[in-house]
């Protein structure tokens, strides 16, 4: 393999894996203002939430404690089923919280 090809390969490479953790990193914050987000309730703290609107909420319900969270339990933003594209806060809540198995 010629030394330009050797290169051109290993920047490809480079460019890849470089690509794929700014796309990651790059996904938007769930906004409490989106329809869905309004929808179910989504608040960005838990303690937050609208006891009137959902009195079976509790203090200890937070989004890293979901069966939807899609992250580790020690992230402070992960990503929700039900919110495709975006992340949420660890501390968050919404009304499709389920506790984690």
């Known amino acids: 393999m010629n030394k ?6 290993m920047t490809l490479a480079a460019s890849g894996t470089a690509l794929a953790a ?12 989106d ?9 960005s703290d838990s303690a937050k939430a609208d006891a009137k609107k959902f009195p ?6 937070r989004c890293n404690g979901c069966a939807l969270w899609q992250a580790k339990p020690t992230d402070a ?6 919110f495709p594209g975006k992340q949420v806060d660890a ?3 919404c009304s499709a919280w389920a506790k984690k198995a």
């Open 4 to 9: 330009n090809r050797r290169t051109f390969l």
């Open 22 to 33: 700014a796309s990651a990193a790059a996904q938007a914050q769930l906004d409490e203002k």
């Open 35 to 43: 329809a869905t987000a309004v929808a179910l309730g989504y608040v």
């Open 56 to 61: 079976k909420h509790e203090g200890t319900q």
């Open 77 to 82: 933003h992960g990503n929700c089923a039900l």
């Open 91 to 93: 501390k968050g809540w």
